[in-house]
């Protein structure tokens, strides 16, 4: 089968690998329909995080038709279309039951390898499934493949970010970041406060600022062409935002999100941090009685909860779909790669097929 590679920094390969089976009575094999590239991707791409091994299929995003189930599956059967959280998860221990599915006692992360143990990727035209009833949710038929793909992974990390904000009372709302996480953060915010909330969006990337009205937000503003705490002091009587999303990552967001926030506020953080530091300290959030939120996704949970939403979402203008800004073959990877990586044409968010690619 055709899948996408890893070979070290910045070093991708499409080649022909063996076809995954069944190896555990709680797998199933799903043939894949679309497969997403994700800003998380890039961690293991740059090396950002060591130790992955070579000829690991990459990605974590997807959506298919089961192909096969393993003895043990109670709730899949071949011919179902399913879409998969980003890690697995068996469904039964305690955190799975409480919805922290991202801490599964059993978790694995899709397309991360070391040492010859973990799980390959889903950029490919099959995947290998643990714990298939646990981790694959079945997608109803009002939901297209593109909505379930992004709710496995970025439209449920934008809406837990959102949600975890508590924006019900909140009047001025800021993002950090205009990435596809912060533009679909930015569709559940509005989603979530309703229209009296002023949403602000922050970003250095003009298509990407340009973009954010389509999600709900009320501006699109470079930190590099005005001051941002400027910005949003003028746009809150001089006090800073309520509630601020950051879905960035970097030590330099998230001091950004802490000069942006008003005393009292919330900073609600789901950017993947790979730097050592904060950029604050427990000095800084104590002087601003901060309420600070910060952790991965429970993206399973939360598709149980997102996927019912979006045809409501759809009906009031929120298309999470448009996030998506380039439809390309799976044999095209490589290439793709390059360009999201360096924000070329415009790229946003990057989905992969491979059946023949029907562009909008």
């Known amino acids: 089968m055709l899948a996408v590679t890893f070979h070290g920094k910045q070093t991708l390969k499409v080649e022909n690998v063996p076809l995954p089976s069944l190896v555990d009575p709680t797998d199933a094999i799903v043939r894949t329909t679309i497969v997403g590239i994700c800003g998380s991707d890039l961690h293991t791409y740059h090396e950002r995080e060591q130790g992955c091994d070579h000829g690991t ?15 043990a599956v109670q709730n899949l059967r ?40 973990g799980l390959h990727g889903a950029q490919a035209e099959y995947v290998r499934v643990p714990f298939a ?21 970025i439209a449920s990390t934008g809406y837990y970010c ?33 229209k009296q909330a002023k949403i602000v969006v922050f970003d250095r990337v003009k298509d990407r600022l340009d973009a954010a009205k389509d999600f709900g937000a009320d501006e699109g503003l470079s930190i590099d062409e005005e001051d941002p705490v400027a ?13 601020v999303l ?20 919330t900073i609600s953080s789901v950017g993947a941090h790979t730097e050592p530091t904060f950029g604050f300290g427990p000095a800084d959030a104590y002087n601003k009685n901060l309420t ?3 952790g991965r996704c ?54 992969l097929t491979p059946n023949p690619v029907t562009k909008k």
Request: proline letters at 3%.
């Open 292 to 294: 600070y939120r910060i």
């Open 231 to 243: 910005a949003i002091r003028t746009r809150s009587n001089g006090y800073g935002a309520d509630v």
């Open 78 to 117: 071949p011919g179902d279309r399913v879409a998969s959280a980003f890690t697995t998860n068996c469904g039964k221990c305690s955190y799975c039951l409480m919805g922290l599915t991202a801490r599964c006692d059993h978790s694995q992360l899709f397309g991360w390898r070391s040492n010859s143990q």
């Open 162 to 194: 959102a949600e975890r904000g508590d924006l019900q009372n909140a009047k001025v709302i800021a993002v950090v970041g205009a990435g596809p996480v912060g533009l679909l953060a930015t569709a559940a915010a509005r989603f979530l406060a309703g």
């Open 298 to 351: 429970p993206s399973r949970h939360y598709m149980d909860i997102l996927l019912p939403k979006l045809p409501e979402m759809r009906s009031v203008g929120l298309d999470i779909t448009k996030v998506i800004s380039h439809r390309q073959h799976l044999s095209e990877a490589v290439e793709w790669y390059t360009r999201f990586d360096q924000k070329l044409d415009g790229t946003i968010k990057v989905v």
């Open 57 to 71: 299929i990459m990605g974590h995003e997807f959506v298919g038709i089961v192909h096969s189930v393993g003895s």
């Open 246 to 265: 950051e879905v960035v990552g970097l030590t330099s967001a998230s001091r950004l999100a802490y000069d942006l926030v008003r005393p009292g506020g």
């Open 133 to 153: 009833d646990g981790t694959l949710a079945k997608v109803a038929e009002n939901i297209s493949d593109e909505e379930a793909l992004l709710a496995g992974d």
